[in-house]
């Protein structure tokens, strides 16, 4: 299965692409920030988001997409900056047939960490491990994102095994054709990113 993951925001937007399925080792694809000036009007802040999505979209082509779930907080307006770019990521996915998940923040830490209370430290520590990168991937943001997709890698591809295994039964007994992965077959887009380095393999910026 290959997953972007997407850690919305409105300043900073960070996507993470890996590639991987339960019980193996986990490969990075690309991982970056898209960053729009707080200067800007709204509209256009979301339009360079939106293209910067669609771009990595194109070049990464992923089975799925995994979205930060958004909950409300004391500052009104920094969440509502978020849900709006949350809404984008989903929209652009939901524009090409995608599967969208919606995971936690609890939820990546749990799947990560093994403690849903983990720090965003504790989080880019095991990204960094489970990807085996040289570096911690930076901002805070691009862990994120790269924790997401690996959560839903190993949450959806379990999903679509039990999805598989009731479409089979149903069928009783034929064969069906699984949507989960690709194997990477011929799919090697890194995408870039918008006013900020991005990461490769090796942890290297840029």
């Not at 993951?5 to 490969?27: K, N």
């Not at 694809?29 to 802040?45: A, K």
């Not at 990595?56 to 997409?65: G, Q, S």
């Not at 799919?187 to 910026?205: I, L, W, Y």
Request: with cysteine; hydrophobic share 40%.
């Amino acid at each position: 299965m290959r997953v972007m993951g997407v850690d919305p925001g409105l300043t900073r937007c960070g996507l993470g692409a890996v590639e991987g399925r339960p019980g193996a080792p986990l490969s990075l694809l690309s991982v970056g920030v898209v960053r729009t000036p707080p200067d800007d009007d709204i509209g256009s802040r979301l339009v360079v988001i939106e293209a910067e999505i669609e771009r990595w979209l194109d070049e990464i082509r992923p089975d799925a997409v995994a979205v930060e779930r958004v909950f409300a907080q004391h500052n009104v307006r920094t969440v509502m900056g978020t849900a709006q770019a949350s809404a984008v990521a989903i929209v652009c996915a939901a524009r090409r047939g995608l599967p969208v998940a919606l995971h936690t923040p609890s939820e990546v830490k749990a799947a990560i960490t093994g403690n849903g209370n983990a720090d965003k430290k504790q989080v880019g520590t095991m990204v960094t491990r489970l990807l085996r990168l040289d570096a911690m991937p930076r901002p805070a943001d691009a862990a994120d994102a790269l924790a997401l997709a690996i959560c839903h890698v190993w949450r959806g591809g379990v999903q679509h095994r039990l999805a598989d295994a009731l479409a089979r039964a149903r069928s009783g007994g034929a064969g069906t054709t699984g949507t989960g992965g690709t194997g990477g077959s011929g799919r090697t887009g890194r995408p870039g990113e918008v006013a900020a380095g991005r990461q490769d393999r090796g942890g290297s910026t840029r």
